[in-house]
């Protein structure tokens, strides 16, 4: 079986480009995570998605931030314009339940380079 | 402050010792903690405890939560090298708004 796929696996890019993160929930789940990880501050929910419906995004860190789930299969989270500061690496999860309280499943990942 | 503290940040073990990792927090409208097991790539999922004084199994790992003194401690007995990774704990809460936050985790190193 698949697992939540993401693309790219790694980006690099230079400040001030518009980066743009994808990922493939499995197929069923209904809700949608993207979770950002630094050594510094650790592992930070930005946004999620039940049924396509953003739910909570207090977590996005700022307006240069936004994210969206046009459909149950398809997610995807950008970055306009991006700062070296925004260097992480970026997960997306699914779960087959709607809320957050729930087992998740990660994908492997974007680790993201903002030079 | 909404806050999870996990402690130890590291440790470093021998194989078929047991270990016990610690887990606090401090919410507001508690729902559930989960634990997860991050290598070098991305979290499993471990447990999930809603329920003080319910302890949660599987093979060598166990994990209980004590909802009066806010904190979840995780077990592994018999360590082996494959259990080296960082060990994070999430708690889910919050009443009108649903939140979730992480641990910095504990890194657990088990040498042969």
């Known amino acids: 079986d698949a697992g939540v796929i993401q693309s790219p696996r790694h980006e690099v890019t230079e400040m001030g480009q518009e980066v743009t993160l994808r990922c493939k929930p499995i197929?069923?789940?209904?809700?949608l995570f993207w979770y950002r990880q630094t050594m510094m501050r650790g592992l930070e929910l930005l946004i999620y998605f039940n049924n396509n419906v953003p739910i909570d995004d207090s977590g996005m860190p700022e307006d240069r931030f936004s994210a969206k789930m046009p459909n149950a299969s398809f997610s995807t989270l950008k970055i306009q314009p991006s700062e070296p500061r925004d260097s992480a690496v970026y997960f997306c999860a699914s779960s087959p339940l709607a809320g957050i309280y729930n087992e998740q499943f990660f994908g492997p990942g974007t680790r993201l380079t903002v030079l | 402050e909404d806050k999870v503290v996990q402690s130890p940040l590291s440790l470093v073990v021998h194989e078929g010792d047991t270990v016990t990792l610690n887990c606090s927090y401090e919410?507001?409208?508690?729902?559930?903690l989960l634990w997860y097991k991050q290598e070098k790539k991305a979290p499993t999922f471990l447990f999930m405890l809603t329920s003080s004084g319910i302890e949660k199994k599987s093979g060598r790992l166990s994990s209980i939560l004590d909802k009066k003194e806010l904190f979840s401690i995780l077990n592994i007995t018999a360590t082996q090298t494959g259990d080296s990774a960082v060990y994070l704990c999430?708690?889910?809460?919050?009443?009108?708004?649903?939140?979730?936050?992480f641990g910095t985790g504990t890194l657990l190193a088990v040498q042969p």
């Open positions: 999430s708690i889910y809460y919050g009443g009108a708004t649903n939140k979730l936050i």
């Open positions: 919410v507001t409208n508690f729902r559930s």
């Open positions: 197929s069923g789940h209904n809700s």
